[in-house]
């Protein structure tokens, strides 16, 4: 049913094998290896204007939250119109609590391509193709090498065979993505603001999440290697993301945003920029000397005369 998912997938890995191989050794594991996270770096280039939109669609929900919760305590005995007071409010304020998943439902269908068509490279039989990929290009990505490792190799599949370059390979890439899921999800969590964060469902999902990311290690442990590089390339674009997003315009309310505003006013009363830098106009008016008024009328000072002694007593000279 998926199968067009899957030919456009393989499509994309054989282009982008095609323009490696003009650079590297065709069957080489840097020209597969590289084709999936060229993939992955696309993907989640093209996917950027949704992450904007779902920061938007999260703080909006992080303003309307202490309205929604004032419906809830309202309404909390009829939960049908309280839900139906919720749904008005956000439609009144353009904002769509499913914004949030769009990076997410985007992602899914490519990663779902990739591990299947890996998993079919892996189990193809001599002259067997595996969608858009001919037999030759299937053995040569079956032969292709990787730190010792293969990319259809599996963590359980080298612990049976006992490979022990492979189980090396494979358990640090699920360590790797574990860990980097982890740090993600903890990351998003610890940016919400302080005020909504306990009462806000995204925020007890993220909480959820952060105990679960460790749990996904036992599923990587069954991925093909392709996979698990896709995974480690697109949790680490996202850790980046996320930090230099957050860096950038921290949530309102938030701890992040408090810590900001606190360096940029410590700056400003020091005459610095926020880079740290003096400012142009702190630095003019020290270096530049203090100018000379020459229109002043100046002030003739005259010397005082001696008199004679005459003069000073007050008695006339005979």
Avoid at 178 to 187: D, G, K, P
Avoid at 294 to 314: E, L
């Amino acid at each position: 049913m998926l199968d067009w998912l899957y030919e456009i997938v393989s499509q994309l890995i054989v282009w982008i094998h095609a323009a490696l191989s003009l650079v590297v050794p065709e069957d080489s594991g840097w020209a597969w290896g590289g084709s999936i996270i060229l993939l992955t770096v696309l993907l989640r280039l093209l996917m950027v204007p949704l992450f904007v939109k779902q920061i938007h669609a999260s703080r909006k929900m992080q303003e309307l939250n202490p309205k929604v919760q004032a419906l809830r305590k309202k309404y909390k005995n009829d939960k049908q119109r309280m839900n139906q007071e919720v749904m008005k409010l956000y439609q009144e304020n353009g904002a769509n609590p499913l914004s949030g998943c769009l990076p997410l439902l985007v992602q899914m269908p490519v990663f779902i391509g990739l591990f299947q068509t890996l998993k079919r490279i892996s189990d193809a039989k001599q002259g067997h193709s595996v969608f858009a990929m001919s037999w030759d290009l299937v053995h040569s990505a079956q032969r292709a090498n990787i730190f010792s490792a293969h990319i259809p190799d599996t963590f359980l599949n080298a612990w049976s065979d006992k490979t022990w370059s492979a189980i090396i390979v494979t358990g640090l890439a699920v360590v790797i993505s574990s860990c980097t899921t982890f740090f993600s999800v903890r990351s998003s969590m610890k940016r919400q603001p302080a005020a909504t964060g306990d009462a806000n469902p995204m925020a007890q999902a993220q909480k959820m999440m952060v105990f679960l990311a460790p749990l996904f290690g036992l599923f990587g442990l069954g991925f093909p290697l392709g996979v698990l590089m896709y995974w480690v390339t697109s949790n680490s674009w996202t850790l980046a993301q996320q930090n230099y997003i957050f860096a950038k315009f921290p949530p309102p309310g938030s701890e992040a945003e408090k810590a900001k505003e606190a360096k940029e006013a410590k700056a400003a009363k020091n005459g610095q920029a926020p880079g740290g830098l003096k400012t142009k106009l702190t630095k003019a008016a020290q270096d530049e000397p203090a100018p000379v008024e020459d229109d002043k009328p100046k002030v003739v000072r005259n010397q005082p005369t001696r008199k004679s002694r005459s003069k000073r007593s007050g008695t006339p000279k005979r």
